[in-house]
């Protein structure tokens, strides 16, 4: 089974729109951490939000924020206000464990957003 | 803001050479990383290392490869003998040990010929 999945291959918005970006994760561990990363043509992997699995609270980073819907084990990325810097491919990824072991993170495939003028 | 710094940047290769792809992780992070990136793919992971020894290793990571940290500030990824298929973006990452920052370097595009 896949560990993160991301079903929409493919976003367009328009610029000054919100957007969402869906992201849904498999794990029978109860201590966990999703991840959104940011990955323009230029290839760089850029960090965005992170999401800890006891967090009570849905994280926020300037533009971005992440609903955290624990039960329905979704992390989907929220993007206000869309710029033309914001094209881009996303990744949603997952570690597995507590913070202080030596765990990897797991990738889901991507989802290219392209903002519109 | 403390980088990961990836050298070389691009580096193209003949079928069955060596490489050596370069890693110099944040200077407090004591875990790290090597990813994969087939062209237009997920990204892969390949090795975790932490106190100078090998953690992790996934199934692409074969006797081809292999990771060393010759210093307290270098850690590198070779590829002995590559081939067509080894072509790729290839990532560092280093963690901090609280587990929130995975900090990627910027990547090695490496194409063999």
């Known amino acids: 089974a896949q560990k993160i999945t991301q079903t929409q291959p493919g976003m367009f918005v328009q610029e000054k729109e919100a957007v969402t970006l869906d992201c849904t994760y498999d794990?029978?561990?109860?201590?966990?951490?999703l991840f959104w990363y940011k990955q323009p043509s230029s290839g760089e992997m850029i960090f965005l939000i992170y999401?800890?699995?006891?967090?009570?609270q849905n994280a926020t980073e300037g533009r971005y924020s992440l609903n955290f819907q624990k039960a329905r084990k979704s992390a989907n990325l929220v993007i206000s206000a869309s710029q033309l810097g914001d094209s881009a491919m996303y990744f949603c990824?997952?570690?597995?464990?507590?913070?202080?072991?030596?765990?990897?993170?797991?990738f889901g495939k991507g989802t290219l957003l392209t903002v519109n003028p | 803001e403390p980088e990961v710094t990836q050298t070389p940047s691009h580096q193209v290769t003949q079928m069955g050479q060596e490489v050596i792809l370069r890693c110099v992780p944040i200077?407090?992070?004591?875990?790290f990383y090597w990813y994969r990136q087939i062209l237009g793919q997920k990204v892969e992971f390949l090795v975790s290392?932490?106190?100078?020894?090998?953690?992790?290793k996934s199934e692409i990571f074969d006797d081809q490869f292999s990771v060393e940290r010759p210093d307290g500030s270098n850690f590198t990824l070779k590829i002995r003998s590559t081939k067509l298929e080894d072509s790729a973006m290839y990532f560092c990452?280093?963690?901090?040990?609280f587990g929130y920052g995975y900090t990627f370097g910027s990547g090695t595009r490496l194409t063999v010929v």
């Open positions: 999401q800890g699995s006891y967090d009570q």
């Open positions: 290392f932490y106190n100078n020894e090998i953690s992790e």
């Open positions: 794990t029978s561990d109860p201590s966990y951490g």
């Open positions: 990824a997952m570690r597995e464990g507590s913070g202080g072991s030596n765990y990897k993170l797991t």
């Open positions: 200077s407090n992070h004591l875990y």
């Open positions: 990452a280093s963690r901090d040990t």
